[in-house]
């Protein structure tokens, strides 16, 4: 018998416990949390620029040379593509749920290098990006102006000069996006001036690139060099121009007479904006964002600190007037799933004792499932880790459904050894240990077994869904098997250490325990109240011996009941909405915006700053931070016409009332928004799985 060997062995027992229970700890330091399992497909995405150049010529000239590449490809479910005016083309590459993104990343990549030499040459320059991450945002820091000094470009070209690199080599960050874009030196063309010397754009642009470029001058006196030279140097030449005034020389011909006609001749130059594509203001002031990607499998909390901890580092040297806030910001919603689920569990393993004490009536048999609690859950976590799973709320919540199912295990065990030292008071508890073991020990695994045979299935379905229910399932069946392992190895030892052997005075009367000589009032107390329990919960037994009797006898009219209920259950069932997961208040809001095709950005921006006030004037004390763009960027919608927004709402606490939650705050939007002349606005709430 198993447990015959901790019984006499009750120090081994514990070593087993203690090492369960220092697995799960080092688990906990180890595993990534998240609001839910990893549920979205690795995807990977290939960006490519071609400058001045339409959708329908990047769509034929890019995006479908890329695309014929995308052939071979291990796990490779679908891939999508958008190309857009702005000449920007993104090709979103979706594999199979479980394929590693690291090797989908290197095999997009090498297919991808195949097609680089049939792309235009200004695409070539540009370069293809390949990278991996999740679709959806972690975090989007806002960056704004209060003073109103700066535009939206100067603020984008400081987050792309100074924060969106360092912040791209955060462990845990699988991309970055800013909602704007860098400086870059403008040339505006004259075309009257330049038929005036008989030029054209082409000329131009092969001037700059030739007169623009670092050269390799070399050096004095390198090898091989006579005995007499005495000088060695390197040459620097004049590297590539930096200021308005050095482009302005830059010479595009020469005339028959020796005249010279600089670019300043024909065109105007100027230091602004890369592409004037966005127009973004944060809390109604000029300002841009920049939005964080977590890398797949990346701790989303562990990461959105180090994220927090830069950006408010890096603030101490902002710009005068510059100011930081988080506009969306996933986590906050995280860490509060998470603390609830905590707290209920924490509660759980509370009832559960104290029900164990009440019925027990004995702190040292209830000591004994009690101590069953953490190791088993410590013993879950490692599981975890070594299953790939995350701390999250399905994995939680599985462990608080089986707080009660994994003390049945340990109770079992010691109501049957008190039961048989009850029935012989000769018995000592280590022979009532073993006695009991012998009796419930098949009983005990077949148990488990059948608990598991109940969970077990849902861990082999397939697709997104199997994903939930997988960590659901392995979570209980983790448990049951752990409770099992404990009933078997540490319950019987602590049986045998704990429970003492009852004995009489000269009386023939109990003798008393310890707590009742130092403590007899609230032994009597104790006492008391437990025998009034016992009274209570006989009578309420005879009377459902009483109601089981009186089923029994009509049981063709409970089993027509049955009947009916089971047919309600099944109507219910029907007509209940169906959905992959409950929509929750995650703090956080969302709009998008878009007019009639052909307005401009100047119209769009207006419905921007209408958008805003209305948050602002009509929900102010919701809304804690609000990040608008019009005209696209960031990953998002493209074009003059369409805009998108950021609302992160006030804490939960300070929101209370169905009336202040997500759902209601989004439907008074949308309702105020559908009086919007040739404006389609909606206000949506984030989706309950990210990406």
Known sequence: MLSRIFIDRPIFAWVIAIIIMLGGVGAILGLPIAQYPDVAPPQVTVRATFPGANAQTIQNSVTQVVEQSLTGIDGLLYFSSSSSSRGSVTITVTFAKGTDPDIAQVQVQNQVQQSISRLPQQVQQQG???????????????????????????????LVSNLQDPL???????????????????????????????????DVTGAIQAQNTEVAAGELGGQPQPDTQMLNATVTAQSRLQTPEQFANIILKTQSDGATVKLKDVAR??????????????????????????????DALKTAELVKAYITQQAKSFPPGLKFAYANDTTDFIKLSIEEVVKTLIEAIILVVIVM????????????????????????????????????????????????LLVDDAIVVVENVERLMEEDPEL?????????????????????????????????FGGSTGVIYRQFSVTMVAAMMLSVLVALVLSPALTTTLLK?????????????????????????????????????????????GAVKAVVARKWLFLLIYAGIVALLAVLFLRLPTGFLPTEDQGAGIVQFQL?????????????????????????????TMFTVSGGGGGGASGQNTGQGFVSFAPWDDRKGKENNADAITGRASAAFQGFRDAQVYSLVPPAVRG
Do not use: C
């Open 596 to 624: 009639p095709a052909g307005a401009t950005q100047g119209r769009t921006f207006a419905l921007q700053k209408q958008i805003e006030n209305y948050y602002f004037e009509n929900e102010g004390k919701n809304v804690r």
């Open 357 to 404: 004490f009440v019925f027990l009536q004995s702190w040292r048999a209830t000591l004994i499932p009690a101590i069953a609690v953490p190791v088993v859950l410590l013993g879950t976590l490692g599981v975890f880790y070594l299953a790939g799973f995350s701390i999250n709320t399905l994995t939680l919540f599985g462990m608080v459904l089986a707080i009660g």
């Open 428 to 460: 000592s508890p280590r022979d009532a240990t073993v006695k009991s073991m012998d009796e419930i020990t098949v009983a005990l695994i077949a148990i488990a077994l059948v608990l598991s045979a109940v969970f077990l299935p849902m861990a082999f």
């Open 269 to 298: 130059i100027e230091l602004g904006a890369e592409n004037y594509n966005a127009r973004s203001r944060v809390n109604r002031h000029p300002g841009a964002g920049i939005a964080v990607l977590l890398a797949p499998g990346a």
């Open 501 to 545: 052997q009852k004995k009489t005075d000269e009386n023939g009367e109990p003798e008393q325990s310890w707590g009742e000589r130092k403590f007899p009032k609230t032994s009597r107390l104790f006492r008391r109240a437990g025998d009034k329990f016992n009274t209570t919960f006989d009578r309420g037994v005879e009377k459902y011996t």
């Open 128 to 158: 293809l990006v390949v990278r991996k991450s999740n679709p959806d945002n972690l975090l989007i820091v806002g960056v704004y102006d209060e003073t109103d000094k700066m535009t939206n470009q100067d603020v984008s070209d400081y």
């Open 168 to 202: 791209g080599r955060i462990p845990g960050i699988g991309d970055s996006n800013v909602f704007g874009a860098q400086y870059a030196m403008r040339i505006w063309l004259n075309p009257n001036k330049l038929a005036a010397v008989q030029l054209i754009p082409s």
